[in-house]
């Protein structure tokens, strides 16, 4: 009966052909007599949270269970179900839907028929409902592409896949129709409007359709309309749930009351009461009231309190807050950067260079050997696609056209030509490199290595690279490894091989001390607060969430002994309670063995000489004069705190500028490079430093004090790569006279 009326409430079509199928099954019956079937109904419990194609063999077993199997009680049923089966026909042949009417008057209200560019998903929970409206829509004129538990995820090439219909929905159909198949693993964030044509019992499953189009990415507000039959007894049980989560959420001021939803309601919860409904074992009354009952305000606001407060309020850092704002925007991906990599690393790949203008970019067909490289990869950044007609690597583009493919790190096609560049560079890396610098006396080697910090799950948390600088006297220190955006590529063949061949033990002992032990440390105190904030909050979450088990049990002990029959609700209130206890215990172990943090996978990745630049005495007035950049140094930091900021001295870390500022008040942020001249002259910068004004535009500062001989004069710029820097080629520093920073200062 549950079975039928879920049907009934999401479509007569949908109640229509399960009667046929059940008429067709009990006709075969009669002219084949068969023992009765058995189900294992104690799975029903789970229904909810079992893959749609197991649901669906599950509801076969069951419904063929529920045959009868006496004669005249079959021919009963067929009688019955002739009138029922006809009755339906009818009504689908009248179209008498007042939900396939809504639906209508939504598309119209959203202009769907007007914009072809506004997307549409729907989802329902039945096939048949999925046929009906597939063929409805195109009925209607409108382009449908549709996802159900009978497809195979496969890729995004192959016709009658499911990535095969995301890709679709995206490039061309306007409408996807979905089923639960397309509640996990599918991302539709270019779609901002969807339908839910019936409501899941599974009030976490709502959640999972809501995270289709409301995630990273997304540029709209969310509009989503929920379809309930009200004149069936599930609708009015739907509607009343529904009614009560918006009024908590009014009470209580906040969305987490859906993300929280599952820890109050099991995945279960409304299909045990609808079958109690539906045996006759409680009344509708008793059902929307054991729905206000359960759905109570007081338990959603303690389980948001400890989400809401206990991971944000109770250790509010503001200092750590500001210092990790001003560390993401220094090392953010800009789309220039991200765009810049991938057109150079595309020809290495085996990718014809792509062509483009305005930010959009056609790939064409990718080459065999990459997707090999693709199909390794798909488990971590999903299927790497064989053909890419139009892509943009700034997000912005995609305001303007939804339907564009934005590539960024953690793309398959990013990453995949990442990954091959990256194996096609190894040898060049063991044979290693030559470099000039300009700004240097004598030659040193720079030994590159990366490193990871992992948990005791051996879960990866951190990974970096660390560059060892060695001078020919032996001396050894870290530098960053934006020490290569400075350097210039020795272009000749260098015949004479300067004896610098430092000791890899003494080197990584260097680097396991100098910056292995640091980077452990500082992973390891930030671990520890994050942790103890987890901690605590799954302390609060569980135990208020046991104490509220352990109250149920003690209600239904006491109503067992007065007398009521309440076995099978007391047996699944124990085995929740002790589902909580285990769970408690399993996160407490969790926690613990996520505390222990060690240094994992040293690798040795490279190394490069560095030699003095040939051409050093002809550009002298590049070379940096310690003196004169001491005193102009001096002068930018007593600029800054004379403006009431606290200036810190990043200079020797080679970050693309010397001063990183804070405002201690409004926590703004200024990253200021600054170049001395002993009077006045041209100023250049260097690629490291060009670079790092381009991605950090209006945020970083050119401070140049002339003058630093006699009476210092700070000039400040802010976002120097707006005036009109000249690029010296072969060395590539970019320079600017004297009268155009005047004038753009």
Request: hydrophobic fraction near 40%; glycine fraction near 6%; proline fraction near 5%.
């Amino acid at each position: 009966m549950a079975m039928y009326q879920r049907r009934f409430a999401s479509s007569i079509h949908a109640v229509r052909r399960s009667l046929e199928r059940r008429l067709q099954k009990l006709e075969d019956r009669l002219r084949r007599p068969q023992p009765e079937a058995v189900a294992d109904l104690s799975r029903l419990d789970e229904i909810d949270e079992l893959p749609e194609d197991e649901v669906a063999r599950l509801e076969e077993e069951v419904e063929q269970a529920s045959l009868p199997s006496e004669r005249q009680a079959i021919q009963r049923e067929i009688e019955e179900l002739r009138v029922l089966v006809q009755k339906a026909r009818a009504l689908e042949e009248r179209e008498m839907s007042s939900k396939l009417a809504k639906l209508r008057e939504v598309l119209a209200d959203q202009n769907i028929f007007g914009d072809p560019k506004t997307k549409l998903l729907i989802f329902t929970e039945f096939k048949e409902t999925l046929d009906y409206l597939v063929a409805t829509l195109q009925g209607w004129g409108l382009r449908v592409t549709q996802i159900h538990g009978g497809m195979k995820i496969g890729d995004r090439d192959t016709p009658g896949t499911r990535l095969y219909a995301e890709r679709e929905f995206r490039e061309e159909a306007q409408v996807l129709v979905a089923t639960e198949a397309a509640g996990e693993g599918i991302n539709l964030q270019f779609c901002w409007l969807m339908v839910n044509f019936d409501i899941p019992w599974n009030p976490m499953r709502l959640e999972q359709r809501m995270g289709r189009i409301h995630r990273y990415g997304q540029e709209r507000d969310c509009l989503i309309f929920n379809f309930v039959a009200a004149n069936t007894r599930e609708g009015q049980v739907l509607e009343r749930l529904l009614e009560r989560l918006r009024e908590i959420r009014r009470e209580l001021g906040s969305d987490q009351v859906f993300d929280v939803v599952g820890e109050i309601v099991p995945a279960n919860y409304l299909e045990r009461l609808f079958r109690e409904l539906y045996a006759g074992r409680m009344t509708q009354q008793a059902v929307l009231d054991r729905v206000i009952r359960d759905f109570d305000r007081e338990r959603f606001a303690r389980i948001c309190q400890s989400t809401l407060e206990g991971l944000a309020k109770k250790d509010l850092n503001l200092s750590a807050i500001l210092g990790r704002t001003a560390e993401a925007k220094e090392r953010r991906l800009v789309p220039e950067v991200v765009e810049e990599f991938f057109l150079q690393a595309a020809p290495v790949a085996g990718i014809p260079t792509p062509r483009g203008r305005n930010g959009v970019y056609a790939v064409g067909r990718i080459p065999r050997h990459l997707q090999w490289v693709g199909e390794r990869l798909e488990p971590r950044f999903g299927p790497l696609g064989r053909e890419y007609r139009r892509i943009t690597f700034d997000k912005r583009r995609l305001a303007e056209d939804p339907t564009l493919e934005w590539v960024t790190p953690g793309h398959p096609l990013f990453e995949a030509v990442r990954e091959e560049v990256w194996e096609k560079v190894q040898a060049d890396l063991r044979r290693g490199a030559v470099f000039y610098d300009l700004n240097r006396a004598a030659p040193s080697r720079l030994e590159v290595y990366s490193a990871s910090i992992a948990d005791g799950h051996g879960n990866t948390l951190h990974r970096q690279l660390f560059v060892v600088e060695v001078a020919d006297s032996g001396e050894m220190r870290l530098r960053q490894p934006t020490v290569f955006l400075d350097l210039i590529p020795a272009e000749a063949k260098i015949t004479a091989n300067p004896p610098i061949t430092p000791d890899r033990g003494e080197v990584e002992r260097f680097l396991q001390e100098r910056g292995l032990q640091p980077f452990l440390q500082k992973v390891q105190q930030e671990r520890q607060k994050e942790l103890d904030t987890i901690a605590r909050h799954v302390e609060v979450s569980l135990l208020t969430l046991i104490d509220r088990q352990q109250r149920q049990v003690m209600e239904l002990l006491q109503r067992k002994e007065q007398g009521e029959d309440v076995a099978l609700a007391l047996g699944e209130a124990e085995r929740r309670l002790d589902e909580l206890n285990a769970r408690l215990e399993r996160r407490r172990q969790e926690i613990q063995r996520e505390r222990q943090l060690a240094i994992a996978d040293l690798t040795h990745i490279g190394s490069a000489l560095v030699l003095p630049h040939p051409e050093r005495e002809n550009f002298a007035p590049m070379v940096r004069n310690e003196e004169v950049e001491r005193i102009a140094m001096e002068e930018a930091m007593r600029y800054e705190r004379e403006r009431g900021w606290i200036p810190e001295d990043v200079s020797g870390e080679d970050r693309g500028f010397d001063i990183l500022s804070r405002h201690p008040e409004s926590g703004s942020v200024r990253f200021i490079e600054v170049k001395g001249r002993a009077g006045v002259g041209p100023v250049v910068l260097t690629r490291n430093e060009y670079k790092t004004a381009e991605r950090l535009r209006s945020d970083y500062w050119l401070y140049v004090v002339f003058d630093c001989a006699t009476t210092p004069r700070l000039l400040p710029i802010q976002d120097p790569v707006r005036l009109g820097w000249e690029p010296i080629v072969r060395i590539e520093y970019y320079q600017l006279l004297p009268e155009q920073l005047e004038g753009g200062a």
